[in-house]
């Protein structure tokens, strides 16, 4: 029972380089969310996608780009990295977000560790 | 203000001790409250959901949620060294969930 897999688990980077990182999930989820983890700042939202087809920003978009490729696949794409964007990246899912009553909790991946130059 | 507040610590207790862990938030909108887990280098894993005001059991460790004071809590009972971990807080009440800074915690052997 693998979750969520997120890959590469590291990568280095230079300025304005380019690069997409993956997350798959394979408990029939139908959300998925990209965050990112910074020291003294949590977890912050980056986009979500709530179903197959939509995306959505998040609290901190600027300089992403993402990709609902299928309900398993989740891609996180950064264009022309910046050092600001050096931090672990987590990619997590939830089952469905009913609108009107519960919500279920988010399953987290492992992380990828990227740093940029 | 931040939607949620959660002190940082660091916090270092000898094994067995009774752990208590906070977090405060300002919407009261949430309903829908959780702590994770998250051991060095790994994802945030869930302990505990629960929805609305009151307590949740689950082995050693116990939820409270107080919607009237705005403020949650996490014990863990004979805190163990495999305890060792940062204890994030989570809510939600709508489309986005609401993560505190994390509690790094240290169980002493």
């Known amino acids: 029972n693998a979750g969520v897999t997120q890959t590469p688990k590291f990568q280095v980077l230079k300025t304005g380089q380019s690069m997409t990182l993956q997350c798959a999930q394979d408990?029939?989820?139908?959300?998925m969310y990209w965050y990112r983890q910074d020291p003294g700042m949590g977890l912050r939202l980056i986009y979500y996608s709530a179903s197959e087809g939509t995306t959505d920003k998040g609290e901190v978009p600027n300089g992403y780009n993402v990709s609902r490729l299928n309900k398993r696949e989740f891609s996180l794409r950064l264009e022309s990295a910046a050092p600001s964007q050096t931090s672990v990246y987590f990619c997590?899912?939830?089952?469905?977000?009913?609108?009107?009553?519960?919500?279920?909790?988010?399953?987290f991946g492992d992380g990828t560790r990227l740093s940029i130059l | 203000q931040k939607e949620v507040e959660q002190d940082p610590g660091p916090l270092s207790v000898p094994e067995g001790a009774i752990v208590s862990l906070n977090c405060t938030y300002s919407n009261s909108a949430f309903q829908y409250f959780m702590w994770y887990r998250q051991y060095s280098r790994k994802g945030p894993e869930l302990l505990m959901y629960t929805y609305s005001s009151g307590n949740k059991e689950d082995g050693r460790f116990t939820a409270q949620v107080d919607k009237s004071s705005k403020y949650i809590s996490l014990f863990i009972r004979d805190s163990q060294p495999s305890d060792s971990a940062t204890y994030l807080c989570?809510?939600?009440?709508?489309?986005?969930?609401?993560f505190g800074t994390g509690t790094s915690l240290t169980v002493i052997p």
């Open positions: 989570a809510m939600s009440g709508g489309n986005q969930f609401y």
């Open positions: 408990m029939n989820h139908n959300s």
């Open positions: 997590a899912s939830m089952l469905e977000r009913d609108r009107g009553r519960r919500n279920q909790p988010q399953h």
